[in-house]
């Protein structure tokens, strides 16, 4: 197209006097021959157990600014990364979880974060029953950009919950459980809570979203012949105008017939040796993960209070074999598979967990350069994260290793979002908002103050990419082990709401909505 732009330049400044006419005209011309805009896409990915003590291995340092910081250890990977994904980025910081179901507990931190409404009560030990839809399918219902079940333009799939691993402690929903739709009415609070439990095999969901025949609609040759169809009603159109305009005029008009002849030449070379496999191409199909532990263990007697899984799961560490990475890869698939159902339009929601905040993947003892305390061979994530990190370094750096290692997964995954075609010829990362969040802020004392938070998207979705937003202003009161995060969570959903064609009040006029002040400022344009 840029030879096209040029030369609509040199047009237009040897139109003279009558640009002024055929500008508009002209601009016309072009956006109807792009054919449909890409659709928006909403994508939640949560990662485990918050981040460093204090934060400063995750956020830039005091010094930092809204528009030039560097970025510390955990989250690096997304400046470093061979695409870099820090001018897509806008950095969180200063947003609290406000709950009274939960608070500063795993479990009330996922079902209140992805709600932001009251639970319905707990079960159990920590099992916290969410007591409203998941932010994914409230906007899946209300927006008419996203494909929900209700709109004229629905996708095939709606929407898809994946994760790589959900074994928790107890095996209890909440803390592995991301997606909810509305609870029913009912007076057991267990039954009333609709959970979407997320797929965990890469080869069940490649067998249901891409088993069958891909949508036409997203064939670059379908795609040529849409967009040549187009020029052909504007051929026409310039064939009426012809009886319309002043003869002096008609000779430009003619320059515009040669226009429309160089932007087909364009097509032409952009979706005519345009392989299928650069908008949607069915993906290769996945390995199955064959099940790495099975994470039983349980401490003490009583079943309420005892710690323990019966769920199975892969590891990222495999005993005997140095190079086999189980868990990375299973995340990667899952991640990829998404990537594919959104650029074929098979889907414009999904969420996506690494695993569960109270997970029991084993990682190895020394793992990226950091030993755990003890020097274990291996160990599962969770139960270690409870050490007091000013007694214990050892473990705290072996833990902020498994933080940037699913910064440095996520990354890669972001990495060809930005770099994918989308349909209208951006990136998928253009058209894309992508959620990157956690349970805790830090997960040795479960303190949910100044949360770990990343939005992620490019020019058409309004994010002020490049971005450190350090929240300012708010008055909200302590938390136990840590000071005021200046406003509460919610804030941030009541500023995406409206991004996806959703009025705020959906959410802050809910019943049993969690405390917000108004939608947060300065994440998007």
């Not at 006419?21 to 157990?49: T, V, Y």
Request: glycine share 10%.
């Amino acid at each position: 197209m840029s030879s096209y732009k040029f030369k609509r330049r040199s047009f237009l400044r040897a139109a003279g006097g009558s640009a002024a006419l055929l500008a508009p005209l002209l601009r016309s011309i072009e956006s109807r021959a792009q054919g449909m805009a890409a659709p928006l896409r909403l994508l939640i990915i949560h990662h485990p157990l918050g981040a460093g003590p204090g934060l400063s291995t995750w956020r830039p340092s005091a010094t930092a600014t809204t528009t030039s910081f560097t970025l510390p250890g955990e989250s690096a990977p997304f400046a470093a990364a061979a695409t870099p994904l820090q001018k897509y980025m806008c950095m969180i910081d200063g947003l609290n979880i406000v709950t009274n179901s939960g608070q500063n507990t795993h479990e009330g931190g996922v079902v209140a974060m992805m709600t932001g409404v009251n639970a319905l009560g707990k079960i159990g030990q920590q099992d916290w029953s969410a007591g409203g839809a998941s932010m994914d399918q409230l906007l899946l219902a209300q927006s008419p950009m996203l494909g929900g079940p209700t709109q004229t333009n629905k996708t095939m799939f709606g929407s898809l919950q994946l994760a790589a691993d959900v074994r928790s402690d107890r095996d209890e929903v909440a803390p592995r459980v991301l997606s909810y739709k509305p609870p029913i009415a009912g007076t057991d609070i267990a039954q009333r809570r609709q959970p979407l439990y997320a797929e965990t095999q890469p080869l069940n969901v490649f067998n249901r979203v891409f088993g069958g025949t891909l949508p036409t609609g997203t064939d670059p040759q379908k795609l040529l012949a849409q967009k040549l169809s187009v020029l052909d009603f504007m051929r026409k159109d310039l064939a009426r105008m012809q009886t319309l305009i002043p003869s002096t005029e008609k000779d430009r008009l003619a320059n515009h017939a040669i226009a429309i002849q160089q932007l087909e030449a364009s097509l032409r070379q952009t979706y005519g040796m345009m392989p299928n496999t650069s908008v949607c191409m069915k993906p290769s199909m996945p390995p199955t993960y064959a099940n790495t532990s099975t994470g039983k263990q349980m401490m003490g007697t009583d079943p309420n209070t005892s710690v323990f899984t019966t769920a199975s799961g892969v590891d990222y560490y495999v005993t005997g074999s140095p190079n086999s990475h189980p868990h990375l890869d299973l995340g990667l698939n899952q991640l990829r598979l998404i990537k594919t159902a959104f650029a074929c339009d098979l889907i414009r929601v999904a969420t996506f967990m690494w695993s569960a905040g109270t997970n029991w993947v084993v990682f190895p003892g020394m793992f990226q350069g950091a030993s755990i305390k003890g020097n274990p061979q291996s160990t599962p994530h969770h139960p270690p994260s409870h050490s007091d990190p000013s007694g214990d370094t050892a473990t705290r750096d072996w833990l902020n290793q498994i933080n940037t290692f699913y910064s440095q997964a996520t990354a890669t995954v972001l990495q060809e979002f930005a770099t994918t075609p989308d349909i209208d010829g951006n990136m998928l990362i253009d058209n894309t908002v992508i959620v990157y969040l956690t349970e805790v802020a830090r997960a040795w004392d479960h303190n949910q103050t100044n949360m770990p938070l990343i939005v992620f998207g490019g020019k058409n979705t309004r994010v002020k990419g490049g971005t450190f937003l350090k929240v300012t202003g708010g008055t909200l009161p302590n938390q136990t082990g840590g000071t005021s995060g200046n406003r509460p969570f919610n804030d941030f959903w009541l500023a995406l709401l409206p991004i996806f064609g959703v009025n705020s009040s959906v959410l802050s006029g809910a019943s049993g909505a969690l405390m917000s002040t108004g939608a947060l400022p300065g994440i998007f344009s």
